[in-house]
């Protein structure tokens, strides 16, 4: 089940170009492409005479051509030029129109009947912050969207399938902290005055003129946006001091489902540290690819291929306390799909940002309540 009144990520806006793209969002076959003023275009991939990929066609100016039996597609999905039957265009012969923004550096595509809303695209700004520095990446990963979900915001797994690299045992024993708003989940973690963890025990001495086996205070604050859009605050910090006196990142992901086995998982990360040294971007570049791909990616898919097509709730599976935060957001996202089948409008999205990070600019401590 898909939310449809929802923007999905359809790819980096750079990866758009002139030639044709395709994408399929929520088992829609999409075609992609950029005018020639550079605006995005999201129309129907398939042409409703034979069913024949346009994405296989050509480009005539703003337009797409049919290669299979000609007709000519507008921006707007509608047939205007039929080669055949004397020129005549049926109503019916045109391909769905969906709305593009690009935003945070992604094109962003409306897959639902109701009037888009620009304010539903949750707020991503640190992408672009001053000061910081981006570096992305996107796997194709063969498991439902909410799998990953599950997986992001339930960290204690990190003990245990990061072992080496993101594993902590303060994670697995510190207390998990909820909140929701709207249609956002927050899932916090703080973990004081504990070993670090491999990766960040690595930037201790090259960025914080740290040992890297003194102890730290280290927190995982999650941000869940229906349907599945996520942003991690994640950092360390000296036992007792502030975060501006350790080093921390932004990791955002973005699921796009494509089927309901099938997800397209575009992921960031925003670092305060050694923006300008190319070994500390190669560094976080290897270990989000290696926790992600060679950690994460096999254990979710190999979970379902386990389950096949049944939703995992159905399965009835034992719940330990770290899956609140899941369970919250499967909640949410069901309400938020009946609601849409009652033709209910999308709620607002999440809090601005900075807002959130004001509120915690002194202290790395959690400042969300417990509900």
Request: glycine residues 8%; contains cysteine.
């Amino acid at each position: 089940m898909y939310l449809r009144n929802a923007w999905y990520v359809a790819c980096w806006a750079h990866e758009l170009g002139d030639a044709l793209e395709t994408r399929t969002i929520c088992e829609l076959p999409i075609l992609l492409y950029r005018k020639t003023d550079g605006e995005a275009v999201a129309i129907g991939d398939l042409c409703p005479h034979r069913f024949a990929p346009l994405h296989m066609g050509r480009r005539e100016g703003d337009n797409v051509r049919c290669m299979y039996h000609g007709m000519l597609f507008g921006e707007s999905g509608k047939c205007v030029e039929n080669p055949h039957h004397g020129g005549v265009i049926s109503p019916k012969m045109c391909v769905p129109k969906y709305p593009v923004v690009e935003k945070y550096g992604l094109i962003w595509v409306w897959t639902g009947d109701a009037e888009a809303d620009e304010s539903q695209i949750p707020d991503f700004g640190c992408y672009s912050a001053s000061g910081f520095k981006t570096i992305h990446g996107m796997m194709d990963v063969q498991a439902n969207y909410q799998l990953i979900t599950d997986n992001l915001l339930d960290l204690t797994h990190a003990d245990f399938l990061h072992d080496g690299t993101l594993s902590s045992e303060a994670i697995t024993t510190s207390k998990l902290e909820t909140l929701e708003q709207g249609s956002t989940v927050y899932a916090n973690r703080w973990c004081p005055d504990g070993d670090p963890p491999p990766v960040w025990g690595q930037l201790m001495e090259s960025q914080m003129g740290m040992k890297p086996d003194q102890r730290i205070d280290h927190w995982l604050y999650m941000r869940w946006d229906a349907p599945a859009h996520l942003l991690l605050d994640v950092g360390i910090s000296p036992v007792g001091k502030p975060r501006e006196d350790g080093a921390w990142v932004y990791t955002g992901h973005h699921l796009t489902p494509v089927s309901p086995t099938r997800t397209l998982y575009y992921w960031t990360v925003v670092r305060n540290h050694g923006v300008d040294d190319p070994d500390v971007e190669k560094f976080w570049q290897m270990s989000i690819e290696y926790a992600f791909g060679v950690q994460d990616k096999p254990m979710i898919e190999a979970q379902q291929a386990a389950i096949g097509t049944c939703d995992i709730d159905e399965l009835g599976p034992v719940a330990i306390p770290a899956d609140l935060a899941g369970g919250k957001a499967r909640r949410k996202l069901m309400q938020l799909i009946k609601g849409e089948e009652r033709g209910e409008r999308p709620r607002p999205g999440a809090s601005p940002l900075d807002e959130l990070l004001a509120r915690s600019a002194k202290s790395a401590a959690p400042v969300l309540p417990v509900v």
